[in-house]
């Protein structure tokens, strides 16, 4: 049988959890940003399906940022406070260019939402360490919905 963590083990791995979720949760809302400025400027012969594609895209990953901040909260650590520190937290760049086509656009969420994916299998392993199934559980359906969000750009992507 295994050996219980320490109570330090254990503060450094939920303190290392709730970085890891603050890291994603500047990433989603820099996703997020991200997502409704390209449903706000798509252009082209397909403009509806993509506007609306994007927008739904869009409220998916608005959906996870409140829980995920909640959770935080929850295992007793605080979590982002300001835009300031969202942007220095964010590990997706930003696209403020004028004009884009709807293929780049396309492509630049799917590469962006596997760099969220890939934060979220980390924090998962940090959450088996700590045994705790209530993030884990979060987090394998935001995995799941990403995982879907990619799937439609990327048929989208094919048709374009």
Known sequence: ??????????HNTVQALSEKINQILADNFALYLKTKNFHWHVKGPHFRDYHLMLDEQADGIFEIIDPLAERVRALGATTIRSLGQVM???TIADN??????PRLMLE???RDTKIVTTSMRQALKLCD?????????LIEGY???????IWFLRETVGAA
């Open 96 to 101: 403020d260019k004028e004009h884009l086509a």
């Open 88 to 90: 220095s937290l964010r």
């Open 129 to 137: 360490d700590l045994d705790d199934v209530a993030t884990a559980s």
């Open 1 to 10: 049988m295994a050996a219980a963590p320490s109570e330090r083990t254990t």
């Open 108 to 110: 630049e969420l799917v």
């Open 143 to 149: 995995i799941e919905a990403a995982e879907k969000r």
